[in-house]
């Protein structure tokens, strides 16, 4: 399972309940988080949305299943937080050292 060094830190800061080195992954401006359908553009929308249902709700991945394809890499893992445990997708569509975009659900 070979996961790009970018989601590793994401996911390493993720893990360690690091809210804000969850925003220094998106761009300030055009970054973009689908979780569940909602979308959330800008880090100050992210923001919100960490610390409401993201790291702020506890949550931590374990990655089962890594697919790279150039830019798009999908992580099937076992996500646990205050809000929902349970298999879950993310998908990030990376920009140089950046996150372009995170779809995350079932």
């Known amino acids: 399972?070979?996961?790009p060094p970018l989601v590793t830190r994401f996911i390493d800061a993720v893990n360690r309940g690091d809210a804000s080195a969850i925003l220094e992954f998106f761009?300030?401006?055009?970054g973009v988080v689908v979780d569940a359908g909602r979308r959330f553009v800008g880090r100050e929308e992210i923001s919100h949305w960490n610390?409401?249902?993201?790291?702020?709700?506890?949550?931590?991945?374990?990655?089962?299943k890594v697919q790279?394809?150039?830019?798009?890499?999908t992580i099937v893992g076992w996500w646990e937080?205050?809000?929902?445990t349970g298999p879950t997708r993310f998908i990030f569509t990376l920009d140089?050292?950046?996150i372009a975009n995170l779809t995350?659900?079932?």
Do not use: H, I
């Open 51 to 64: 610390e409401q249902a993201f790291v702020g709700a506890n949550g931590r991945l374990t990655p089962k």
């Open 104 to 106: 995350m659900g079932q």
């Open 96 to 98: 140089g050292e950046r």
């Open 81 to 84: 937080s205050n809000f929902y």
């Open 27 to 30: 761009d300030p401006d055009t």
């Open 1 to 3: 399972m070979k996961t």
């Open 68 to 73: 790279t394809d150039g830019q798009k890499v």
